[in-house]
Each structure stands twice: as C-alpha cells, then as structure tokens.
C-alpha cells in the first residue's frame, strides 16, 4: 500500500480538491487503482501525471491551484513573475521629518513603485493591510469646496489589473501571522474576490463583510436601495492570522431582552440552572447540597463548596418553590460575537476632509481585532488618512501611501492638528 497515494494525499499534493482529483481520474488524465472500495494512484503514475500534464506544471496551474480551478481572464492580465520581478529605479526622499523612528510615516507617490521599494526591508513583516483603493467607478472625486482628491478613471479589466499588481505586492509585504482587509463595492466586488483568491488563496479567504455604510436610500429606480459595500478578509495563511477575537456590546435593546431582571444593587441580570446534563456517580457535583439533589439525569455544575459560596454571597436566586438558580449581570457580560454584517455608516462630504473618508469605529475593530501593539499597519490608498490616526491612536506602527496632493495636505494639517508625529516621505521615479 505504500507505493500508493490516496486521492486525499493527491489533492493535497496538488493543492487542488479531491472532486477535481476525482476528475483528473474519470477523466482518465490521472491513472489510478481501485483497492478496497477506494481509488489510489501509484507513486509512478504521480510521477508522469506531473511531468506530463500541463495544468500542473504551466504558470496558470498556480491560478487553478489557488482559485478553484477557475480564474478571471481579461485583456492586458501580466503574469505573476512579472509584476513581482519588473524593476523600477527610483528612491524615497524625506520631505519633512518629525520624530526618529522607522515607522509612522505617509509616502506620497504611486503605491505600485513605493510598495516595490519596501519590499527590500519590509518583506513579510507587516501585519495588517488595510485598503480602500478606487472602485473602478470612472469618476472624479472631489472635497466639499471642489478641491480635486483623486481620479477613478481605471475601469473594467484595467481596473482589476491596476488592482491586481498592487495586491501581488502587498501579499509579499505580509508576515505570516498578517491579513489583508480590502473595502470595495458590490459593482466590482465580485469579480475582485476571485481575483484575491488568485493572488491569496482562496484556502486565506475567511470573510465577506458587509458593511451597511449610509442610511437606506429611497429612489425611484427599479432597484432595492444599495446601502452597503463589501470588506474581503484574508489571511496570508489561515488559522495562522493575528486574532484578538474583540468582541460587540450588546445594545440596550439586547441587554434588556436577556437580562430581564433587576436587582437593586448590581442591575440587570437574568439566571442559569445550578445544574448541567450528566450523572456524577461518585462525584461531589452529584451529591446532596442545601436539602436538594441534583434532578434526575443532571449534577451540579459547580462544587458544593462553591455553590455555598455563590449562594453566600447572593448570587443565588431561590424560586417560590425552592429551586435555585446563578444569577448572571449584564455588566459581567463579556459582549456577543461579532458576525459578518457591520454598520458603520460614513459622514457625509459636509462633514469630513476628503471624500470617501472611512468610519474610524470600523478602522478600530478591524486593526483591534487583527493587529497588535507592536504591529506594522499599511494603508497605500490612504487618503485622509483614517487608517493611520486609528492605528496611532491604538498604539500600533503605521505606514501610509497615497499619490493625490490633496490627501498629502489633508493628512499633514490634520496629524499636526492632532499632535501626531509623522514622517513625510515623497518617491522620485528615476526611470
Ligand atoms: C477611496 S480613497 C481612500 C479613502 C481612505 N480610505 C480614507 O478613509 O480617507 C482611495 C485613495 O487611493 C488613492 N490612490 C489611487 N491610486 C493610487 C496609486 N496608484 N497610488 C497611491 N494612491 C492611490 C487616491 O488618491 C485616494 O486617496
């Protein structure tokens, strides 16, 4: 049996799913054996199945490895190798210097050369990305006093190949505990997932966020109000990414509907059964305590000694009919979990410096949540800078990019407004 694979053994060998294994087989591509009910393939025919077929050994096997056997084609796409091999010559000069450390810094230039120029010292050791880039929308953005922010003239395939190279970038800057958070919307959204799958494996992909981000609309179009836009959540390998696991408050809401009750001192709470399934046969949880067994079939979920302690301290509620039951505080709950729909609504242009600003409380869940104290977060389309005054704020590292003038302007007077200490950088192509 040894000199043979199992189908699993092959799939993983080829990064590819046992069903397209199984393909390979009926499709009589893969040789393989039927032993005991179950198909193995000879370490031989491995061998030739590798050298001869071309979907594993052709640049695009790493395209259908990665992405489900499927990939986005487009006019103009450029091999992986290429974009992470092109050289560029040009250099990062100071324009104002305000402290002395590496990091906490904004570049000002196109974030394909400044991100290539970082990854001779940055390579693998930044944790948290996240990005906003344009959305393929062939606008012009403006702030409220028509100062021009930035252009969103890339579209369609174009749009996704602008996108596309930037990402191969990014994935290399990441360490391995790092994760990427790209914000995009539903026009393109779709068709830039399967081009991070491409790039991170979908095997890295762990959520689609929605994220309710304006009030619901009220248009006249044929159409439901589209009021929110997507949040595509990477590892750079899975299970292995930073977690803090911050957890939602309830809302008053919540917390008056499970915790219903009232106690005069400590407020709001609800109670739990004293008791849990399963017999104690020898146990002290199964034994007699206050006068009451455990009822039939269950044990005491705490020893008798605590829960003397429990009912001492009053936090034992006993029922007219002598049952008792722990007491629980809505000020002890440790908060609900978070799941994969946010609302974190942006403000309007009247109230922010440059349009499509990003809601700072969403910033702080995920840099709480995916980052820590002594991590490097990048944004390279910074604009006003969201991302790097919340990572300040909550103590990390932080480098931010972005090639619009106005975004420079607005991120120096505000970070000087703010007392935060950033260096200025510009990149100078010498090509
Ligand atoms: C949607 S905005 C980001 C807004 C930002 N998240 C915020 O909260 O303010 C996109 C930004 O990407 C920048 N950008 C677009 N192309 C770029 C490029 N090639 N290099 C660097 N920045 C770029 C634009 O100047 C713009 O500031």
Same mark, same amino acid.
């Given at each position: 049996?040894?000199?043979?694979?199992?189908?699993?053994? %092959?799939?993983?060998?080829?990064?590819?799913?046992? #069903?397209?294994?199984?393909?390979?087989?009926?499709?009589?591509?893969?040789?393989?054996?039927?032993?005991?009910?179950?198909?193995?393939?000879?370490?031989?025919?491995?061998?030739?199945?590798?050298?001869?077929?071309?979907?594993?050994?052709?640049?695009?096997?790493?395209?259908?490895?990665?992405?489900?056997?499927?990939?986005?084609?487009? #006019?103009?796409?450029?091999?992986?190798?290429?974009?992470?091999?092109?050289?560029?010559?040009?250099?990062?000069?100071?324009?104002?210097?305000?402290?002395?450390?590496?990091?906490?810094?904004?570049?000002?230039?196109?974030?394909?050369?400044?991100?290539?120029?970082?990854?001779?010292?940055?390579?693998?050791?930044?944790?948290?990305?996240?990005?906003?880039?344009?959305?393929?929308?062939? #606008?012009? @953005?403006?702030?409220?006093?028509?100062?021009?922010?930035?252009?969103?003239?890339?579209?369609?395939?174009?749009?996704?190949?602008?996108?596309?190279?930037?990402?191969?970038?990014?994935?290399?800057?990441?360490?391995?505990?790092?994760?990427?958070?790209?914000?995009?919307?539903?026009?393109?959204?779709?068709? %830039?997932?399967?081009?991070?799958?491409?790039?991170?494996?979908?095997?890295?992909?762990?959520?689609?966020?929605?994220?309710?981000?304006?009030?619901?609309?009220? $248009?006249?179009?044929?159409?439901?109000?589209?009021?929110?836009?997507?949040?595509? $959540?990477?590892?750079?390998?899975?299970?292995?990414?930073?977690?803090?696991?911050?957890?939602?408050?309830?809302?008053?809401?919540?917390?008056?509907?499970?915790?219903?009750?009232?106690?005069?001192?400590?407020?709001?709470?609800?109670?739990?059964?004293?008791?849990?399934?399963?017999?104690?046969?020898?146990?002290?949880?199964?034994?007699?305590?206050?006068?009451?067994?455990?009822?039939?079939?269950?044990?005491?979920?705490?020893?008798?000694?605590?829960?003397?302690?429990?009912?001492?301290?009053?936090?034992?509620?006993?029922?007219?009919?002598?049952?008792?039951?722990?007491?629980? $505080?809505?000020?002890?709950?440790?908060?609900?979990?978070?799941?994969?729909?946010?609302?974190?609504?942006?403000?309007?242009?009247?109230?922010?410096?440059?349009?499509?600003?990003?809601?700072?409380?969403?910033?702080?869940?995920?840099?709480?949540?995916?980052?820590?104290?002594?991590?490097?977060?990048?944004?390279?389309?910074?604009?006003?800078?969201?991302?790097? @005054?919340?990572?300040?704020?909550?103590?990390?590292?932080?480098?931010?990019?972005?090639?619009?003038? #106005?975004?420079?302007?607005?991120?120096?007077?505000? $970070?000087?407004?703010?007392?935060?200490?950033?260096?200025?950088?510009?990149?100078?192509?010498?090509?």
């Amino acid at each position: 049996m040894s000199n043979f694979l199992t189908v699993d053994e %092959v799939a993983q060998t080829l990064k590819v799913t046992r #069903q397209t294994v199984a393909k390979y087989i009926q499709r009589k591509e893969l040789n393989a054996v039927k032993i005991n009910k179950s198909y193995r393939v000879s370490y031989s025919e491995f061998e030739n199945f590798l050298s001869s077929n071309s979907v594993v050994s052709e640049p695009e096997a790493i395209y259908f490895k990665k992405s489900r056997n499927c990939f986005l084609d487009y #006019q103009g796409k450029s091999e992986e190798k290429e974009i992470l091999t092109s050289r560029h010559l040009g250099t990062i000069k100071p324009i104002e210097l305000n402290h002395k450390d590496d990091f906490n810094k904004f570049i000002f230039g196109d974030n394909f050369f400044v991100l290539k120029n970082l990854l001779s010292d940055l390579r693998g050791k930044i944790d948290l990305i996240y990005i906003d880039p344009p959305y393929g929308t062939g #606008q012009d @953005f403006s702030n409220l006093d028509n100062d021009h922010a930035y252009s969103d003239k890339l579209l369609h395939g174009d749009f996704l190949e602008f996108l596309r190279r930037r990402l191969f970038l990014l994935r290399e800057l990441l360490s391995e505990n790092g994760s990427i958070y790209l914000h995009i919307d539903k026009k393109i959204g779709h068709y %830039v997932k399967i081009i991070m799958d491409e790039v991170f494996g979908y095997n890295n992909f762990i959520n689609d966020i929605t994220r309710i981000k304006c009030n619901p609309k009220n $248009f006249a179009r044929n159409a439901y109000g589209n009021y929110s836009d997507i949040i595509l $959540f990477y590892a750079k390998e899975r299970d292995k990414n930073i977690w803090n696991e911050v957890k939602e408050e309830l809302t008053k809401e919540e917390e008056n509907i499970f915790f219903p009750k009232i106690h005069p001192k400590y407020g709001r709470y609800t109670t739990n059964p004293l008791h849990a399934p399963g017999e104690t046969i020898d146990g002290d949880t199964g034994k007699e305590w206050n006068g009451l067994m455990p009822p039939k079939g269950r044990h005491w979920r705490y020893s008798r000694e605590e829960l003397t302690r429990l009912d001492m301290q009053g936090l034992i509620e006993w029922s007219e009919t002598g049952n008792p039951r722990k007491m629980i $505080f809505a000020k002890e709950h440790k908060g609900k979990k978070v799941q994969d729909v946010w609302e974190f609504k942006d403000k309007g242009l009247s109230y922010v410096d440059y349009p499509t600003q990003k809601n700072h409380e969403m910033l702080r869940r995920i840099i709480s949540n995916s980052s820590n104290e002594d991590s490097v977060v990048l944004d390279c389309f910074a604009g006003s800078g969201s991302t790097l @005054f919340v990572a300040n704020e909550l103590k990390r590292k932080w480098i931010g990019i972005d090639n619009s003038t #106005q975004s420079l302007s607005v991120v120096k007077s505000n $970070f000087k407004k703010e007392k935060i200490k950033c260096n200025f950088f510009e990149y100078i192509s010498l090509d």
